[in-house]
């Protein structure tokens, strides 16, 4: 009897270990016998990242619908911030020196600097730090988004896709959560950011998540109860309405960024609690251990 329950606690915890060292999660409705997957993403590694992890591609082949948080075209949302006008505030509130720094940042952005809103700017130099500083992509990747690479895979091989919220959706929701912030509560931020891509040396502690994402080294706390916040926990909420049915009828890929399988909130929890049968998948990345560089 000892010996059973010593090897039901062994099984457990390795169960368990699996499931913090994933990113690619199985959902299972055993009613309706249909099988899905869940990815969760670090949007900017690159697409090397992806393909050296062959049961990413498995998963998406073997389904009929694949799910992303936008299905937008890029480019749209690059007319939409091009329609805008023109604002010369950043040179007001910017010290010359950084502005003149970001502006050399800046050239190879396929939006104009100065039709961005501040916040916008901080997301784009710290995306621009995890690609160039934390070496998420490499030289040789065509996508530098992990999500939008998947989503090219899947169209590219005539799998239906469905976005759960329009990029401009996404936009408005972030802004709120973050008190649509002004140049005054964003100037010391993009500073600090501009420094930080700048430097011969950075806080190499902001690579620390993609670092950990590289390696599977993570922790999904399942246990713990999710922050009131507009960025997951109500746009987990949202897609709960949706994708729980969704997945009763078709296999299904879901890619969503890592956060959003987090916690009680998460949408691994909330299938879960709803009758799906959920498990981590034993993922073994051909360059799991590869510098990029």
């Known amino acids: 009897m000892k010996n059973k329950l010593n090897l039901l606690i062994f099984l457990t915890i390795s169960h368990f270990a699996i499931g913090q060292n994933t990113i690619l999660w199985k959902v299972t409705d055993t009613i ?11 949007h900017q590694f690159g697409n090397s990242f992806v393909d050296s ?25 690059r007319k939409m911030i091009e329609k805008r006008e023109t604002s010369l505030e950043i040179e007001k509130r910017l010290k010359k020196k950084d502005l003149k720094k970001l502006q050399e940042i800046a050239k190879k ?3 104009d600097l100065y039709k ?4 916008e700017i901080r997301w784009k130099l710290q995306q621009e730090f995890q690609k160039s500083k934390c070496k ?24 239906e896709v469905l976005g759960l919220e329009t990029d401009s959706l996404q936009l408005k929701l972030i802004e709120k959560e973050n008190k649509n912030p002004n140049w005054k509560k964003e100037r010391k931020n993009i500073s600090a950011w501009i420094e930080q891509m700048t430097t011969d040396k950075p806080n190499m502690n902001n690579c620390g998540l993609a670092n950990k994402y590289r390696e599977f080294d993570l922790n999904y706390e399942f246990e713990k109860e999710c922050e009131s916040d507009i960025k997951i926990l109500q746009r987990n909420n949202d897609w709960m309405k949706t994708i729980p049915n969704i997945l009763r009828t078709k296999n299904t890929f879901i890619t969503v960024g890592y956060y959003h ?18 498990e981590p998948v034993e993922i073994k990345p051909v360059a799991n251990n590869t510098v990029y560089n």
Do not use: M
């Open 136 to 159: 998420t992509t490499k030289p040789g990747d065509k996508f530098d988004h992990f999500d939008k690479y998947l989503q090219y895979i899947a169209e590219e091989n005539k799998i």
């Open 32 to 42: 309706n016998n249909k099988t899905s997957f869940v990815v969760g993403t670090f």
């Open 109 to 111: 952005w396929k939006v």
């Open 116 to 119: 961005l809103k501040p916040l």
């Open 53 to 77: 992890i062959p049961k990413i591609k498995e998963s998406l082949f073997n389904s009929e619908l694949a799910i992303f948080e936008s299905i937008d075209n890029i480019e749209n949302t």
């Open 261 to 278: 399988l987090r916690k009680k909130c998460g949408i691994l929890e909330q299938l879960k609690n709803k009758g799906f049968k959920i």
